[in-house]
């Protein structure tokens, strides 16, 4: 087994796991936890093999990736309830889940179409997608309104994988420089609260003298 099927299935099971909490947070039924499971854990990948043109896509050509969102489903479902931090767990797991799915999805992208811009944006999008399906459905906070730095940390994995790769390093080589540098941006974002810088505009004008302005203008 390969060292990018390896990431291809840590990475599903990983973030199926955190769609699982999130339905553990919902105090949902089984079905429900199978459910948030599977979109989350093969919602960044369908996307990414639509986007590429790969169809049927993955979990259609192996049903292992269904089977593993169900095991990852039902094991949590029979867990959670001993877990008295389950937030904090669903966000390590996602960041673990996100490391090994920039690397997979900017790989795929990079085999696919040989062109590293590709190979970053398809990473970003396989690391990123899941989470955001699963906190929509969940009617959580989305993890692109958050503060904390995540798609930077997806790109940055992507980025790191691609140019390892560009330079000719060796598959595990490039693949650990890339999850080493999404897992400790993301790491680094949920324990010391990295952000990026933020837009600050000025104080706008309410309504009633935005109208007044435009009239005299």
Known sequence: MSLLTILDYAGIALFAATGALAASRKQLDLVGFLFFAAVTGLGGGTLRDILLGRTPVFWVLDPTYILICVISGAFVFCTAHRVEWRFRLLIWLDAIGL???????????LAATGSPTIAIVTGALTAAFGGILRDLL?????????????????????????????LGLPVYAS??????????????????????????????RDQ?????????S
């Not at 490391?99 to 992208?109: D, N, R, T």
């Not at 009617?139 to 790109?155: D, F, G, M, Q, W």
């Open 99 to 109: 490391a090994a799915y920039s690397v997979l999805g900017a790989a795929k992208g």
């Open 175 to 204: 693949s650990g420089l890339g999850a080493a540098l999404a897992f400790g941006l993301r790491g680094g974002a949920i324990h010391y609260g990295w952000t990026l810088p933020r837009y600050r505009p000025r104080p706008g």
């Open 208 to 216: 009633d003298e935005a109208i007044k302005g435009k009239k005299g």
């Open 138 to 166: 969940a009617n959580e906070p989305s993890v692109l309104l958050r503060p904390e730095i995540y798609i930077t940390a997806a790109l940055a994995g992507a980025c790191g994988f691609t140019a390892a790769n560009a």
